[in-house]
């Protein structure tokens, strides 16, 4: 069992930055697979970003890249994602999301993911 809660978020104007933050714990890996993913009303969630368990390897989607950055901190059980540049099409719950055994993937689809947090709200508005 893996718990992992995400803080952060909140509101922020367009260009603005926010750092989000997902703490695990519990039955809590440092090979796990780590990422983010986003969902609005009406829409699937979406892959944000993963890192891999030495976080040596990270990828990000297209609309996030070089504005976004996920990093990890295995001794803090905590994975983290900078966000600047933000723009009003960035407004989504995000979920933090852990992989528990090592395996290939693509770790851009939520369903190869075994745990998930409760979500934070980011809001991008002027």
């Known amino acids: 069992q893996v718990q992992l809660v995400e803080s952060g978020g909140g509101l922020v104007q367009p260009g603005g930055s926010l750092r989000l933050s997902c703490a695990a714990s519990g039955r809590t890996f440092n090979s796990n697979q780590m990422g983010w993913f986003r969902q609005t009303p009406g829409k699937e969630r979406e892959f944000v970003a993963t890192?891999?368990?030495?976080?040596?390897?990270?990828s990000y989607a297209d609309s996030v890249k070089g504005r976004f950055t996920i990093s990890r901190d295995n001794a803090k059980n905590t994975v983290y994602l900078q966000m600047n540049s933000l723009k009003p099409e960035d407004t989504a719950v995000y979920y933090c999301?852990?992989?528990?055994?090592?395996?290939?993937?693509?770790?851009?689809?939520?369903?190869?993911?075994?745990?998930w947090g409760q979500g934070t709200q980011v809001t991008v508005s002027s």
């Open positions: 890192i891999s368990w030495n976080g040596g390897i990270t």
């Open positions: 999301v852990a992989r528990q055994s090592y395996s290939s993937g693509s770790y851009k689809y939520f369903y190869e993911y075994d745990y």
